[in-house]
């Protein structure tokens, strides 16, 4: 069993070492709040990524096939409605992931 110094002085390095990972974050961002930069992507980010997410969601959607199409349309409707309606971006992704749900197990549900 290692000595009580040794374990001392491990303890000591692994709270030094997550203390410091832990206050880095806050640290590094602190001289970026008042940066221009991070303003803008701060305001055009959540547009981009809900963009990306969208596109990503809908590669595989089967054109061909109405049946199994309508629930995610109706769902994407729904969420769009909803966050143009609201302006909250929780509400929208639930309302339209419970819709999408909802349509995809009982109407549209594949026999």
Same mark, same amino acid.
């Given at each position: ?12 390095v692994?709270?030094?070492v997550?203390?410091?990972? =832990?206050? $880095?974050?806050?640290?590094? $961002? ?13 305001? =055009? ?7 990306i ?14 049946? =199994? ?12 409605? $909803? ?9 929208s ?9 909802? $349509?995809?197990?009982t ?5």
């Amino acid at each position: 069993m290692p000595d009580t110094p040794y374990l001392l002085a491990a303890i000591a390095v692994s709270t030094a070492v997550t203390w410091g990972l =832990r206050a $880095l974050p806050f640290a590094a $961002l602190a001289p970026l709040r008042a940066s221009a930069v991070l303003h803008h992507l701060s305001e =055009r980010m959540p547009v981009g990524v809900m963009v990306i997410l969208t596109v990503y969601a809908l590669r595989d959607l089967p054109l061909t096939s109405p049946l =199994r199409t309508a629930p995610t349309v109706l769902a994407l409707a729904a969420t769009l409605g $909803l966050h143009l309606w609201r302006r909250n971006a929780v509400l929208s992704i639930l309302g339209g992931t419970a819709v999408h749900v909802a $349509l995809a197990s009982t109407l549209f549900a594949h026999p």
